[in-house]
């Protein structure tokens, strides 16, 4: 019988099928991560078959969501405090072919690395203009696009005198919201990445480093905001890591 690794190494040469490599998404349990194993299912996973309702409904209206929502330092009275950046990429299948109307929001901490949430007591500052929520829509060529703050890098009780580095979570839908995928956008050099469980719940190093955004001087505005490229890729060998 075939190993597990033949099998993938004999279904990549078929063409057209690009399964996604072992080791490309996080693993669970991941007792490093402490509260992985309590977190995620312990029995196996019942399949339930789909119905017409999980891409009838409910689905979002395109005309919901506003321009302005993807522009997290314009939401309040005044400007956030912290470095202006734009984060902006393609969201495509396995082919690099575009997924247009796609939903994306993202969440973030502050440049201090604080949530606003009731359960983050982190003794850094909230900043009053500064929510950390934005929503987008992937154009005709899958392009999306923010302007945000940095976020911060913060304690997170995990181990001893243990930091989440900056990140920035994205979720995407597709035709409606049983759809839902979420991932987690990293800063490049960032010297946290090597000490950081969730990010290296990914056993794959280089599926770990398609969550580190590039910077791009092309997309940086002169004098006003340094741009980043994150590409979302869906499906296939160079699948973008998603929490399960």
């Known amino acids: 019988m075939a190993k597990p690794h033949e099998l993938w190494s004999a279904m990549s040469?078929?063409?057209?099928?690009?399964?996604?490599?072992?080791?490309?998404?996080p693993t669970h349990p991941f007792p490093d991560y402490?509260?992985?194993?309590?977190?995620?299912?312990r029995r196996p996973l019942v399949p339930i078959p789909h119905t017409l309702s999980e891409v009838t409904g409910p689905v979002y209206g395109h005309e919901a969501v506003r321009t302005a929502e993807a522009d997290l330092t314009t939401q309040h009275a005044g400007a956030p405090l912290g470095e202006r950046i734009i984060v902006w990429?393609?969201?495509?299948?396995?082919?690099?072919?575009?997924?247009?109307?796609?939903?994306?929001?993202i969440w973030q901490a502050n440049a201090a690395g604080r949530y606003i949430h009731q359960l983050d007591q982190h003794p850094a500052p909230l900043d009053p203009n500064f929510t950390g929520a934005g929503r987008a829509v992937s154009d005709s060529q899958g392009n999306y696009r923010f302007v945000t703050i940095r976020p911060g890098a913060y304690p997170w009780k995990n181990h001893d005198n243990a930091w989440r580095p900056a990140?920035?979570?994205i979720s995407l839908f597709?035709?409606?919201?049983?759809?839902?995928?979420?991932t987690q956008m990293y800063f490049p050099g960032d010297p946290l990445l090597p000490l950081d469980p969730i990010y290296n719940s990914v056993p794959d190093p280089r599926a770990r480093e398609r969550l580190v955004a590039s910077f791009d001087l092309e997309a940086t505005v002169p004098e006003w905001a340094l741009g980043?490229?994150?590409?979302?890729v869906l499906r296939g060998r160079r699948a973008t890591p998603m929490e399960a």
């Open 13 to 25: 040469d078929v063409p057209g099928y690009r399964p996604i490599p072992e080791g490309a998404m």
């Open 34 to 41: 402490r509260s992985n194993p309590v977190r995620v299912p």
């Open 89 to 105: 990429g393609r969201v495509i299948d396995e082919d690099e072919r575009a997924v247009p109307n796609t939903l994306l929001e």
């Open 167 to 169: 990140h920035i979570h």
């Open 174 to 182: 597709g035709p409606s919201f049983v759809t839902r995928l979420v």
């Open 228 to 232: 980043y490229r994150f590409d979302i």
